[in-house]
């Protein structure tokens, strides 16, 4: 940065104090960018040493984990993958999981794009009262829904079921879906729309084909983050599950047997929840922060 | 944005009308419904007025909680957003690092939270996890299913390695939006590196940190998987935040009156705190919009 400062046309022009001044602040400079270095290589490595500590539980024998404290696996066994990936009442979480996040992304998504479309353009009677109270369920805890989402799917014949869950995390993943998308299509000159539509384009055929490509990474973005807050989540989907829609997250729990806990196994089973999000945080780094913050950064 | 008035995009916002109402509304109202009712069993309800409200607030299991609560959320604050502030500003600005930073700072936010629970509950261990060992090596008594100290440090050390992450981003995005002009105008007024943060980046980055601390606030607010997995509220209920409580009242002891009495009041606060939130957002989206 300091460097296109000296560089910079209108810092040519400023008479010579100033700009012996500026080298002197990039040499003092200088040893700061190492600092930064220094604060970001501990700061990642806080972050990741757990991580590392489970990775490196997964990868040992239970009897090593608990007889003797190394930092490496020293007989280095892929078997607490093995027994993940072949004992159906463990990868059957895994599945489970992925069937009800998938649905709730797509419901989240197929419902939340005319929304923001209508957020976004049109205002009418009651939008913005609509719109907080839409915010208000993606604040809302999770546990003051735990017991009645209980009785309401008990009674309705769903419990225990993928629907069941992927409906209950659409009471967090809809709200969220609408405002990042609305604020990806408040980017969108609204003469788009209105040239499609002189053009003859119905608005299905113009959402579709023309306004849909141009908004594609909000919409990567909000999938990615409804995938996400539906993933990650435990209470909900504990709750409303017991046998055939268990989530491997309250699959993980049982882990407790007879002879005291299978470590090895539980460390697998959570590096493999990692996996997923891992994947695919590549792709949508630069909007981290926007999806986080509701689409307003 | 100028937008046109078209009463007919009721419609485009009726599906997500149906599927929040059939999620939040239908449950919410079964809340109220509990919260004004006793029952003998057998399905039998009858009108109990708002003696659930007056006995929760004459609880001292609540306000204990609720205290517990905003001191875990007042020290995870004070951590988190400075922290994050000072990591976002030694964050390098462009190329590789910058996305391998990013990169490497999201991945605590996408690990499931009973993961990230079981990932500490590893960690902190004395006889298998990296932490407790090391402490116990340097001769630090730390045992977190003993020990409320250690169990508040643990949950605390927890919740900023998770979320300290989502401020520095936020923070960063903030920083990133500031021209270098504004840079090369204080190095020609020969300002100091404290007077840059404190006229040019902070004012700049304060939108996104409001955001930040209303997010972890709320967030911290309602805080359940991962303290339950690590210490399960614990010792006695040192770490028994009102979301881990209301859990136990409403499932495990199904005093269905109590806990949705509690319920409501828990979700006024949200409430409140949700409409500060979006006063915020729609300011900020203003002040874009110019």
């Known amino acids: 940065m300091s460097d296109t400062t000296i560089q910079a046309p209108g810092a040519a022009r400023i008479p010579g104090k100033v700009t012996g001044e500026s080298t002197g602040v990039a040499r003092r400079r200088a040893p700061r960018v190492n600092r930064s270095a220094i604060v970001m290589g501990l700061y990642l490595l806080f972050l990741m040493l757990p991580i590392y500590w489970l990775l490196n539980m997964s990868l040992k024998t239970n009897t090593e984990i608990v007889s003797s404290f190394s930092l490496w696996p020293q007989n280095l066994t892929f078997q607490n993958y093995v027994k993940i990936f ?9 599945i489970n999981s992925l069937i009800y996040v998938v649905m709730n992304t797509t419901i989240s998504l197929a419902v939340a794009l005319p929304a923001a479309y209508a957020f976004s353009r049109y205002s009418f009677m009651g939008d913005k009262h609509l719109f907080f109270w839409l915010l208000t369920n993606r604040m809302a805890p999770p546990a003051v829904f735990a017991l009645p989402f209980f009785q309401l799917y008990s009674s309705v014949g769903l419990f225990d079921t993928h629907i069941a869950v992927a409906l209950a995390h659409c009471l967090f993943n809809v709200p969220l879906a609408v405002w990042i998308l609305e604020g990806f299509m408040r980017g969108v000159p609204k003469e788009i729309d209105e040239t499609a539509y002189l053009d003859g384009y119905s608005f299905p055929k113009f959402f579709v084909k023309i306004f849909m490509p141009l908004i594609s990474s909000g919409i990567g973005v909000a999938a990615f983050f409804c995938f996400m807050f539906s993933w990650v989540e435990l209470l909900l989907s504990r709750t409303l599950t017991t046998v055939d829609a268990k989530p491997i997250a309250a699959i993980m729990t049982r882990t407790q047997g007879a002879a005291g806990i299978d470590w090895g196994v539980l460390a697998a089973a959570g590096v493999l929840t990692i996996v997923p999000g891992a994947l695919v945080i590549y792709f949508v780094r630069n909007y981290i922060a926007k999806g986080f913050a509701l689409g307003r950064v | 944005m100028n937008k046109t008035v078209n009463q007919k995009a009721w419609f485009l916002v009726l599906p997500v009308l149906v599927l929040v109402a059939f999620s939040a509304v239908i449950p919410l109202m079964t809340v109220v419904n509990y919260s004004v009712q006793d029952t003998f069993g057998n399905n039998q ?3 109990a007025g708002l003696e ?16 517990r609560q905003l001191m875990f959320s007042g020290i995870i604050l004070a951590i988190e957003i ?4 000072y990591i976002a500003l030694n964050m390098p600005k462009s190329g590789f690092w910058a996305s391998f930073c990013l990169v490497v700072m999201s991945l605590p936010l996408l690990i499931p939270w009973n993961v990230v629970g079981t990932i500490w509950q590893i960690f902190g261990r004395v006889d298998i996890g ?6 116990k090596q340097l001769g630090i008594s730390y045992n977190y299913t003993q020990d409320p100290f250690a169990a508040w440090v643990t949950v605390i050390v927890m919740d900023v390695w998770h979320w300290t992450s989502l401020v520095a981003l936020l923070a960063y995005a903030g920083l990133q939006s500031i021209p270098n002009a504004y840079y090369q105008a204080a190095k020609i007024d020969q300002a100091t590196r404290w007077a840059v943060f404190r006229y040019i980046e902070l004012p700049k980055m304060a939108g996104v940190l409001m955001i930040a601390i209303l997010l972890r606030f709320m967030d911290s607010f309602m805080i359940y998987t991962e303290p339950f997995v690590v210490t ?6 040192a770490t028994t935040f009102l979301s881990i409580d209301l859990v136990k009242m409403a499932l495990g002891q199904f005093d269905l009156g109590p806990a949705a009495a509690f319920s409501i009041m828990y979700f ?4 409140l705190i949700s409409w500060v939130f979006y006063t915020v957002m729609t300011n900020l989206d203003k002040r874009d919009s110019v």
Do not use: H
């Open chain 2, 45 to 47: 309800f009858f009108w």
């Open chain 2, 82 to 85: 400075p922290l994050g502030i």
């Open chain 2, 232 to 237: 399960g509220g614990g010792p006695g209920s």
């Open chain 2, 130 to 135: 990296l932490l407790g060992y090391t402490l």
């Open chain 1, 86 to 94: 072949t004992d159906e009442s463990w990868y059957i979480g895994y």
């Open chain 2, 268 to 271: 006024l606060v949200i409430l």
């Open chain 2, 52 to 67: 659930w409200f007056r006995e929760m607030l004459q609880d001292d299991r609540m306000w204990d909680a609720l205290g």
